[in-house]
């Protein structure tokens, strides 16, 4: 089964500072990668996804991230944290193998300090 | 606000006992997307229905059913409910059926069962 693993529960960063999530899956097959930001007493929201084509993919709010197929990775970046970015952040893989499966990371708890 | 939308919004019960959850998609939206999210276990998806019919299954319990009525909104039926349910019943929707379609989230239903 695929899986997805995000390092680090917990990331603290200053405002202004560099934003890096951490995000590696398993598929033997090409995925689609998903990241989605969830905020206190919310659902969740899309920040951006990779199906095909460029590797490196811009969403909202000024984050980005890169699809590393040697890798396994899909890290989400942003360069200058904002206070409002502190949230839960998923990353989530989705194949064709082992049937249609879609799987969430445990997700990271971003939390900026000002 | 994503245009979709779940009732209840909180749900206290006993052990079991069987309850509904129901959403209404974004207009337009023809798939409809179950997950849970739990302490335990994270976030999960549980199945997926397009236009009516069953799309895709993911780690649904027997004791969980669904369905999608004409009106497109749809219901997540929970019974012999266990302490271990309790959690967090999000329901999103999408355009079509393919997982690469942004998926908007309702705000979920937090199911308590004593």
New interface residues.
Partial sequence: AQSVTQLGSHVSVSEGALVLLRCNYSSSVPP?LFWYVQYP??????LL?Y?TGATLVKGINGFEAEFKKSETSFHLTKPSAHMSDAAEY?C?V?SYNY?????????TRLSVLP | DSGVTQTPKHLITATGQRVTLRCSPRSGDLSVYWYQQSLDQGLQFLIQYYNGEERAKGNILERFSAQQFPDLHSELNLSSLELGDSALYFCASSVDTGFSYEQYFGPGTRLTVT
Wanted: no cysteine.
């Fill in positions: 689609y007493n919310q659902g969740l929201q899309l996804k199906t998923f989530a989705f049937g249609q499966n879609f799987v969430f990371g445990p997700g």
